[in-house]
């Protein structure tokens, strides 16, 4: 395009951000939760996860040994959705099914060795991740929004 012609016109995310949407709180989470996705899932890929897949790692690293149908709840995930994490992290030798021994029609989910190492990097990655979707806020900031999606997030 010659440079007479080229449009001057502020990108259409520019001029967006003036939308009635920003003062929407609903949005701006949506917005907010789209963006951390994004971030997360290419500071993952490295470790061949994303963030789906790296909250159940997470949380099969830790010692209260979840159920899928608890993964599935606590992820606000569909129980199918859930078993192909579980699956897939299972075939890479990540996590393992054990029976649950206060309920024998249930398995609970736990990370295997591997899972662990690869939940230690993937972690590192993952906070890097987010301190640069956060970089325009202050460590104050940063800890009062954390707690104020606690909120949201685990009400009563």
């Known amino acids: 395009m010659p440079a007479s012609t080229k449009s001057t016109a502020v990108p259409a995310s520019g001029r967006l951000e003036q939308s009635v949407l920003t003062e929407d709180a609903s949005f701006l989470l949506a917005r907010a939760n789209a963006l951390a996705l994004a971030a997360g899932n290419e500071a993952l890929a490295e470790h061949g996860l994303k963030v789906r897949s790296y909250a159940v790692l997470a949380l099969a690293v830790e010692e209260t040994r979840p159920s899928q ?15 192909s994490l579980v699956d897939d992290l299972q075939r890479r030798g990540l996590v393992a099914r054990e029976p649950d021994p206060t309920d024998r029609r249930a398995n609970v989910v736990v990370a295997t060795e591997a899972g662990r190492a690869l939940h230690e990097r993937a972690r590192e990655a993952a906070q890097s991740a987010q301190r640069r979707l956060h970089a325009a806020l202050s460590a104050a900031q940063s800890e009062q ?5 606690r909120l949201l997030a685990f009400p009563g």
Request: aromatic share 4%; hydrophobic share 55%; no cysteine.
């Open 69 to 83: 149908r608890e993964l599935a709840e606590f992820l606000r995930l569909d129980p199918s959705q859930v078993v």
């Open 145 to 149: 929004l954390a707690e104020l999606l």
